[in-house]
T-cell receptor, first 114, second 115 residues
Framework: DSGVTQTPKHLITATGQRVTLRCSPR?????VYWYQQSLDQGLQFLIQ???????AKGNILERFSAQQFPDLHSELNLSSLELGDSALYFC?????????????FGPGTRLLVL | QKEVEQDPGPLSVPEGAIVSLNCTYS??????FMWYRQYSRKGPELLMY????GNKEDGRFTAQVDKSSKYISLFIRDSQPSDSATYLC???????????????FGQGTILTVHP
């Protein structure tokens, strides 16, 4: 158990809908990362927050947004969902900012868009 | 062309075999090199971390980095059925700016070790 929790574990929804994925980092970790894993694209970095502020951004779609709250938990919002958004979404956390820090991954949320 | 290339396999070996997993990369700014292991239906977990060219050993695992060739490897000695998983290489840099904690992953290699 990495200490990172994600809810829900599974999500089934329809095209055009909006969903929110939630992540609680390990105790003491200030950075939260979101990654998307699909068969064709592999594991791709979406966005990083550090102590409430956005710090790094990958190829995150405009339909996707995230935030980190004062208690350090984070939410990833996916809107106007398309079939291609079906994937595993992982949250990870680390103590600091840098990519040399160990990132601890949660169990993931499996999203299926029908 | 992807920044990090990894042969997805699958790779199937008998128990006790030596396994070699490899990644190549194109971005010279990468300074931190990791190997993650991902069991089915689980999140990735860090296996090995290196930041300089050369070898790093941890039990049955050896990570090798050759920055001049932009090539990294993971060797598993005396492989066990419990090593069956997907192995992902990952790389990061310290450029800050828009990169900070961003890791770039390879596609992952699916490994099966048969008893």
């Amino acid at each position: 158990d990495s200490g990172v929790t994600q809810t829900p574990k599974h999500l089934i929804t329809a095209t055009g809908q909006r969903v929110t994925l939630r992540c609680s980092p390990r105790s003491g970790d200030l950075s939260v990362y979101w990654y998307q894993q699909s068969l064709d694209q592999g594991l791709q970095f979406l966005i990083q927050y550090y102590n409430g502020e956005e710090r790094a951004k990958g190829n995150i779609l405009e339909r996707f947004s995230a935030q980190q709250f004062p208690d350090l938990h984070s939410e990833l919002n996916l809107s106007s969902l398309e079939l291609g958004d079906s994937a595993l979404y992982f949250c990870a956390s680390s103590v600091g900012l840098s990519s040399q820090e160990t990132q601890y991954f949660g169990p993931g949320t499996r999203l299926l868009v029908l | 062309q992807k920044e990090v290339e990894q042969d997805p396999g699958p790779l199937s070996v008998p128990e006790g075999a030596i396994v070699s997993l490899n990644c190549t990369y194109s971005n010279s700014a990468f300074q931190y090199f990791m190997w993650y292991r991902q069991y089915s239906r689980k999140g990735p977990e860090l296996l090995m971390y290196t930041y300089s060219s050369g070898n790093k050993e941890d039990g049955r695992f050896t990570a090798q980095v050759d920055k001049s060739s932009k090539y990294i490897s993971l060797f598993i000695r005396d492989s066990q059925p419990s090593d069956s998983a997907t192995y992902l290489c990952a790389m990061g840099n310290n450029a800050g700016g828009t990169s900070y904690g961003k890791l770039t992953f390879g596609q992952g290699t699916i490994l099966t070790v048969h008893p």
